[in-house]
């Protein structure tokens, strides 16, 4: 992929994220879900790369970069696509559970955790250090997971 | 044993075969048990495994030992209504229906592993090696085809293992000879040819590199293997 196609991808993303934050201004519940789902889509692609190449086992520092940034940037806004009444209530179907709304301390706590490691990978990243992304790929994926084995219902 | 008399047993399953079959009979449940803990390096080794198996078996129904064969038990369907309507022929290896629901339990195990192959997770964490050709919304949706055609695999294992233990309760012994090769001689069939040690050598080295290249994301660089 080229640089600049990256670049546009990352741009779109931002838009999204920015989208995300602007939730609390007059979007219904469901369009919430569905914006949420968006952003989610795009997190877990982001992912899904950087993942790819740590375990490529010979990752490239550029692709690494670019998706380590959008990580970072989506991490730092997941908080804001969990404005209240998006959850099952909202009548779009959802994995989001009450107790995101019923324990809203947890909920950022875990925001928090996801947020700080991403910002360690982004960091490792954005200096090239391809050795210390990889250490610290696995903290970023448990913080994913703690959250989701808590806050998220299980697939189906 | 007398000069003359023929011996009351044949050697039907090679040891390859049941080496194949009793390592897919553990893995299968090992699979399903290592993705639902959510051990997926465990669970791509699993596959891997399986995958590396399901091609030596291929090699092996054409170059393996004379019961392993797919000339030796897959026959057209007029043999396999024949059969069905009055059973009772004796037949080296499965019989006509049995040895296409063999195939068809290769055919499934062989798709499963190819959608895992291309899968990935609701997070993007954990994907096979070749979801790098595939988008995420489309290793999404192949994820979800792999868990659907678990139930597919499961049906014919269930199927499989019912066939066995309608077998076996009518006086068939079909699962000692699977475990020690040997069967009972059926009147007027030969021992089915036995397969050199070097197709062996040759079958599973194939094999082993072609899965290899497979788990790799078909590559030829070590160390992505996890």
Redesign the interface.
Known sequence: MSRLKLRAGAVGMTAALLAGGALAAGLSGAEAVKLRQTNM?A??????????QI????PDKGVVKVQADKIEAAAKALPTWFPSGSGPEAGAKTGALPIIWAQPDAFAAAGRRLADQAAKLDAAGDAGDLAAVAAQAPAL?AA??GC?DKFRAP?? | MSGEAAPQTILLWDLPTRLVHWLIALLVPFSWWSATHEHLPWHRLSGYTILALLIFRLIWGFVGGGGARFSTFLRGPGAVIAYVRRRGAAFLSHNPLGGWSVAAMLAALTLQVSLGLFSVDEDGLEAGPLSKFVSFDVGRSIARIHHLTFWLLLALIALHLGAVAFYELRGSRLTLPMVTGRAARAAGLAEPRRAPLIAFLLAAAAAAAIAWFIAQGLGLRAGALS
């Open positions: 889509k997190l877990g692609a982001a992912s899904k790369a950087f993942f790819e375990r490529s086992g010979a994926g994913c997971k989701h697939e189906k």
